[in-house]
């Protein structure tokens, strides 16, 4: 059986759609490029799909990863480009490789995000910035199934900063762009959850819903604080394999032997 990992998007209006949403859209997909899945056992077989750490609906991404199982070997990116071509426009597979390590979902234990404020001047962000990363705890409060929840968001917060700033069209209204690393924690602490924060120590409060994109999510490295990408350790398992067999060719063989 073989393993492919895939690397996909959400972009534009696809933003919004819904981790279900997404799933029932690649089964589709996979049947029409007709791969030759792997499927369960039981009473209702379904395809053997791994989804890992999927970015809440509205948020946009160039960042999500899963792993499906496979009955006949394929090449990586063969597949890649007919899943691509299956999918609708802002449901891009962007990257493909063969699983040769385990453990994708232990190497997703940060994300990147970029967080767009509109009608927010970005001195007033900066200031939000340094407060809430100079507070010892920011208390946010989140709706769940069981009631409202309060929790510490601070502790997952790796990075955060100003990292630019632009106005998109004719228009004159700020805007404020925020970098945000964050660690994937329980319980775990979106984007908004950092945005109720920096109203909680600062009072920021954007006049319009931010626009927030998942830019990376990988191992987190705590010295440099970026975030590595998740694929790498199985791209360099097949560099070595496909390496091996060239270095034993051009190995001399010693006088004297058979």
Known sequence: MQRIRLRYTKRGRLRF???????????????????????SAGFTPHPKVSYA???????????????????????????????????PTGLDIVDAVEARTSGLADRLTASVWELRLD?????????AVEAFIKADTVEVQRMTKNGV?????????????THSSRA???TDQPCAILRLVVRHVTPAVRPDDVLSGL??????????????TRLAQGLLDEETGTVTDPLAPDREAAEALTAAPAAAATTPTPEGSA
């Open 17 to 39: 759609t819904s981790h279900r949403d997404f799933q029932r859209a690649f089964e589709r997909a996979l049947r029409r490029a007709e791969v030759p899945m792997a499927y």
């Open 53 to 87: 750490n999927a970015a809440p609906t509205g948020t946009g991404s160039e960042a999500e990863y899963l792993e499906i199982a496979l009955t006949a070997a394929r090449d990586p990116e063969t597949l890649r480009v007919l899943l691509d071509e299956s999918l």
């Open 119 to 127: 009608g927010v001047d970005p001195l007033d962000a900066g200031r």
């Open 149 to 161: 929840r309060t929790f510490d968001a601070r502790p997952a917060v790796a990075n955060l900063e």
């Open 168 to 170: 998109d069209g004719p």
């Open 199 to 212: 109203r909680a120590v600062a009072d920021l409060a954007p006049p319009v819903p931010a626009a927030v």
